[in-house]
């Protein structure tokens, strides 16, 4: 298991993290304990009630949700040094999507009643505040672009979404881990119209395909042609 130091570390590529006072950083590492999963393994199911406050350490995880008739759609990939879970301490209800595990998975679980004493603190309030409020932003951009953008601008933004919680090379190009069946169905349109688009991007030099995973080379193109679209 590594050290908290190298703990604090690895986390602090995470903005949101890096944004705290020191003193909330270590009171959470201290308070947290470590949880691994093995691939397939779910951390929780749709209404399951909150047990915590998670931060991915190593691997990848799915976030998904199932109708009444078995249909999958998957929300999101977790990479590492990414927090999550906060919704469900915060209004009390259940969880409102599956969390399984792609890979070997190592996390750190924050207790729901040590999160609430951290939301007492003025400084970890209002970081919690920024992180909902950027969430809320970029569902806002999802439903915008199903409603008002092309199919070219929609698989551009879901990239350049997905490229905020991956992880990301020496070269500080975002990789991907998301085939293309997973990615359409994330969209809602077909594998046949997702490879088209995908051609496209992969000849004008903004991304790189390769088996299971997406490299984005160029995020301002991309973000250009969501603008332009």
């Known amino acids: 298991m590594a050290s908290q130091a190298n703990v604090m570390n690895n986390l602090l590529a995470d903005p949101w993290f890096a944004s705290l006072p020191m003193a909330d950083r270590k009171f959470m590492l201290a308070s947290c304990e470590h949880l691994r999963l093995r691939p397939g393994e779910m951390l929780f199911r749709q209404g399951d009630q909150p047990s915590g406050f998670y931060a991915l350490l190593s691997g990848s995880l799915k976030m998904s949700t199932l109708s009444a008739e078995g249909r999958e759609a998957i929300l999101i990939f977790l990479e590492a040094a990414t ?29 729901p009643q040590v ?6 603190r003025n400084s970890f309030a209002n970081a919690i505040t920024r992180m909902l409020a950027k969430r809320i932003r970029l ?3 999802i439903v915008e672009d199903a409603g008002l953008r092309s199919v070219r601008a929609r698989v551009a933004r879901r990239l350049l979404l997905l490229a905020e919680v991956a ?63």
Not at 83 to 111: K, M, Q, Y
Not at 209 to 223: N, W
Request: hydrophobic share 45%.
């Open 167 to 229: 992880n990301r090379q020496q070269d500080g190009h975002a990789v991907v881990p998301v085939t293309q069946e997973a990615l359409a169905m994330m969209l809602g349109m077909t594998r046949q119209t997702l490879s088209k688009e995908l051609r496209f991007f992969k000849q004008d030099g903004l991304i790189r395909l390769a088996y299971g995973k997406i490299e984005i080379l160029s995020e301002s193109k991309l973000s250009a042609l969501c603008d332009k679209e």
């Open 83 to 111: 927090w999550f879970g906060e919704i469900s301490l915060i209004d009390d209800l259940p969880r409102t999507h599956d969390a399984t595990a792609l890979t070997e998975v190592e996390l750190l679980v924050l207790a």
């Open 139 to 141: 569902l806002y951009g």
């Open 115 to 120: 999160f609430r004493s951290l939301m007492q």
